[in-house]
Each structure stands twice: as C-alpha cells, then as structure tokens.
Nanobody
Framework: VQLQASGGGLVQPGGSLRLSCAAS????????QGWFRQAPGQEREFIAV?????????YYGDSVKGRFTISRDNAKNTVYLQMNSLKPEDTAVYSC????????????????????WGQGTQVTVSS
C-alpha cells in the first residue's frame, strides 16, 4: 500500500489548508484511514480518522475538534483533511495512515494500529 500526501505549506494564523492522501496498491476493501502529526521534540498526535470505508464514523483529536474536518472521495481513493482556523501550534509534519481493517473506539486513536504510513507533509502556521 502506498500513501501519497500533499497540500502542506506555509499559512498565516487563522488561515486554512486542505491536505490530501491518495492510496494505491490496496487490496482490502474495508479499512480505516486518517491522519497523525508530529512537531519537533513532541510526541506523535492523533488528528482524525474515518473508521471504515463504508459508512464509517469520524474521530477527532481534542486539539482539532471543530476546526478540522476529515472526508473522503471513494472514487478517487482519497482522504482529505480540511484545516480551518489554523494556529501556530498546528505546525507539524502531517502523516496519512491506513490499516487493512476498520477501527473502533480507542483503537482508532492508537498509532501502533496503523501499519501503513505516508511520507508526511509539512504544515507551518506562522505570520
């Protein structure tokens, strides 16, 4: 499975960005896909996930609830992360993740449950 993330960049506080994650080479049909981030010197942080490809729930980390929205385009095999009201503390490398099955509850938040990771895209929020 290959995950290609894009859409990162430099944005001013209060601005918006949309990240994309296109998946290829996937043979399983019902899977969770989402995003984590990591800033320098900090632990990896859960951002958002869609728990399954069909009728799945969305989960968000507390720090991004109400500002970020995860969505998908099944036809394009792509997941998006719309990020609004960005803050300097959102600055990090954002990585797309997926697994070969759905997730539920606390399992969706655990980075060790995702064996497939994209290369990451840098998001910098600064004036």
């Amino acid at each position: 499975v290959q995950l290609q993330a894009s859409g990162g960049g430099l944005v001013q506080p209060g601005g918006s960005l949309r990240l994309s994650c296109a998946a290829s080479g996937r043979t399983f049909s019902n899977y969770a896909q989402g995003w984590f981030r990591q800033a320098p010197g900090q632990e990896r942080e859960f951002i958002a996930v869609i728990s399954s490809w069909s009728g799945g729930r969305t989960y968000y980390g507390d720090s991004v609830k109400g500002r970020f929205t995860i969505s998908r385009d099944n036809a394009k095999n792509t997941v998006y992360l719309q990020m609004n009201s960005l803050k300097p503390e959102d600055t990090a490398v954002y990585s797309c993740v997926t697994k070969s099955s759905s997730c539920s509850g606390y399992g969706c938040y655990d980075s060790t449950n995702y064996p497939y990771w994209g290369q990451g895209t840098q998001v910098t929020v600064s004036s």
